[in-house]
């Protein structure tokens, strides 16, 4: 497989005044591009070389493991905010979601809650476990979701390269904004590739 550098799924300013064009920029064109360059070069010459990034994930260690997740987790990353769109969630979805959170409330506070006692670097993420339930989990550094047999809807970047510029030291703040930012319509698809109920009617719009 050719690894290259995943583009935006949008303008690096598009996520403005959340996350500025200047983060973005940095995080993709500076911070993503060296996971890619370096994966690159550790895989020439071993049984990867041709391998996907979830192969790799999923069976390679040390640095080529950690590279390869920090792309995957980056990508996943910014594929799943956008410019905040109205949009309507799906009843077997929004259910999970109330089952686990109580509401879309309780799913922002146990991000945030999630976010204030994680310490150092690392990432939040929305899986589905291998029982089929929503979670909300920390992983340290580049860990990845899937080596576990999770299944994710969302990943959150912790690092300080994800908002320094903009939030200095104000990790809250910039939860805050990430959370305006949810794309829930691909939330929902993410969700529904798992969980296939037809016949579910919309019935909720989403106010986070
Ligand atoms: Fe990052």
């Known amino acids: 497989m050719k690894i290259n550098l995943p583009a935006l799924p949008y303008a690096a300013h598009a996520l403005e005044p959340y996350i500025s064009e200047r983060t973005v920029d940095a995080h993709q064109r500076d911070y993503l591009k060296t996971y890619v360059t370096k994966l690159k070069d550790l895989v020439q010459g071993t049984k990867f070389a041709n391998a996907d990034l979830d192969t790799m994930i999923i069976k390679a260690d040390g640095l080529i493991l950690y590279n390869a997740a920090q792309i995957w987790n980056h ?66 550094d580049a860990e990845s979701p899937l080596r576990k047999g999770m299944k994710p809807l969302l990943a959150i970047d912790l690092c300080e390269h994800a908002y320094y510029l903009d939030y200095p030291n104000r990790r809250i703040d910039y939860i805050n904004s990430f959370l305006k930012l949810l794309d829930w319509e ?22 986070v």
């Open 186 to 207: 691909i939330i929902e698809k993410r969700y529904n590739q798992y969980n296939v109920k037809k016949g579910a009617k919309k019935e909720y719009a989403h106010a």
């Open 75 to 140: 990508t996943f990353y910014f594929s799943g905010i956008n410019k905040r769109k109205e949009y309507k969630l799906d009843g077997n979805f929004i259910e999970a979601l109330r089952h686990k959170f109580g509401s879309l409330n309780g799913f922002r506070d146990a991000i945030i809650n999630k976010a204030v006692t994680m310490f150092g670097s690392g990432w939040i993420w929305l899986i589905i476990d291998e029982k089929g339930k929503l979670e909300l989990i920390q992983e340290i």
